[in-house]
């Protein structure tokens, strides 16, 4: 079992930035893709980014250029680095694992975490 934990959520500016973390921990994530989701109040849980184990991204449309996803160097932790937040940012971001490579569908991953508020003020 792989367990996850997030931090880094907080109450930001619009136009401003934050750093989210996820850290793994229990069994091994060698091979593991790890990604981003977010749930808005009243929406689905929608895909961010992710990263494969040797560190290909992929990224939803609405957040490239402004996110950066990337793991450490002993690949136990995903980062994400927000940048130019908007107040549709706002939301519960989850980091979730996977034994495969990165996908854009939550029903891939059998690992989440248990999630960490964003809150982007205009």
């Known amino acids: 079992q792989v367990q996850l934990v997030e931090s880094g959520g907080g109450l930001v500016q619009a136009g401003g930035s934050l750093r989210l973390s996820c850290a793994a921990s229990?069994?091994?994530?060698?091979?593991?893709?790890m990604g981003w989701f977010r749930q808005a109040p009243g929406k689905e849980r929608e895909f961010v980014a992710a990263?494969?184990?040797?560190?290909?991204?992929i990224y939803t449309d609405s957040v490239k250029g402004r996110f950066t996803i990337s793991r450490d160097s002993a690949k136990t932790t995903v980062g994400l680095q927000m940048n130019s937040l908007k107040p549709e940012d706002t939301a519960i971001y989850y980091c979730?694992?996977?034994?495969?490579?990165?996908?854009?569908?939550?029903?891939?991953?059998?690992?989440w975490g248990q999630g960490t508020q964003v809150t982007v003020a205009s």
């Open positions: 229990g069994r091994t994530v060698t091979g593991h893709a």
């Open positions: 990263v494969s184990w040797t560190g290909t991204t």
């Open positions: 979730a694992a996977r034994n495969y490579g990165p996908s854009s569908s939550e029903r891939d991953y059998p690992y």
